[in-house]
């Protein structure tokens, strides 16, 4: 699987869009861009996925690079429930075992 | 509906002793896999169960570890001897299979164990 590249620590105010980006250039064309994060104490919890369209769910909002090489993760309306560390991850299908690889991501703090 | 749960939700034991995790998926979710997190570090796959069988167990750092699942449904970690270096959070998630083409199905985490090793 293709390496990512995330900022170590980004804040954010609450209210405001949150933008978190990922480096991801070696991402291969059956590779799917996948983000999780991780709120303290707890266990990760799958965000958005996209392959090469931007995505759009209840959370959040992927535009992926028209090269793929990067992405950019935006949470509309950050609130203080969204400080966590954000793991971008490229993934290619495996049918069957799907296991997941984490770097240390990006600690988003949002400011109130 | 209820989500993945693990426990003991904390463990504290002594070097040497044995402990079991134990991890109760989401219902009808065929594949669980168990990770590993260090204090301030990413994700560490330890193995993949499909069903009850367990096809990819690369991740498990030495035989001390060991995993098994019985029913489709419960599974449990056990670490023998532990060592110190064992101290982390174990996680564990599930996850429906998928077999056509299509992207991958979604993990479901648990909450984790965690585990410190004096």
């Known amino acids: 699987d293709a390496k990512t590249t995330q900022p170590t620590s980004m804040d954010c105010a609450e209210g405001r869009a949150a933008n978190l980006p990922c480096n991801h250039s070696?991402?291969?064309?059956?590779?799917?861009v996948y983000w999780y994060r991780q709120i303290h104490s707890q266990g990760p919890q799958y965000i958005i996925h996209?392959?090469?369209n931007n995505e759009t769910n209840e959370m959040a909002s992927l535009i992926i690079t028209e090269d793929r090489k990067s992405s950019t993760l935006i949470l509309p309306h950050a609130t203080l429930r969204d400080t966590a560390v954000y793991y971008c991850?490229?993934?290619?299908?495996?049918?069957?075992?799907?296991?997941?690889?984490f770097g240390t991501g990006t600690r988003l703090t949002i400011i109130p | 509906g209820a989500g993945v749960s693990q426990s003991p939700s904390n463990k504290v034991t002594e070097k040497g002793k044995d402990v079991e995790l134990r991890c109760d998926p989401i219902?009808?979710?065929?594949?669980l896999y168990w990770y590993r997190q260090r204090l301030g570090q990413g994700l560490e796959f330890l193995i993949y169960?499909?069903?009850?069988?367990?096809?990819?167990k690369s991740g498990l750092p030495s035989d001390r570890f060991s995993a098994e699942r019985t029913g489709e449904s419960v599974s449990t970690l056990t670490i023998q001897r532990t060592q110190q270096e064992d101290s982390a959070v174990y996680l564990c998630?599930?996850?429906?299979?998928?077999?056509?083409?299509?992207?991958?199905?979604?993990?479901?985490f648990g909450p984790g164990t965690r585990l410190l090793v004096l």
């Open positions: 998630a599930s996850s429906l299979e998928r077999r056509l083409a299509g992207p991958q199905e979604t993990q479901y």
């Open positions: 070696t991402i291969s064309g059956n590779e799917y």
């Open positions: 996209g392959l090469k």
């Open positions: 991850i490229v993934r290619t299908p495996n049918f069957g075992n799907e296991k997941l690889t």
């Open positions: 219902s009808g979710h065929t594949a």
């Open positions: 169960f499909q069903g009850n069988s367990a096809p990819d």
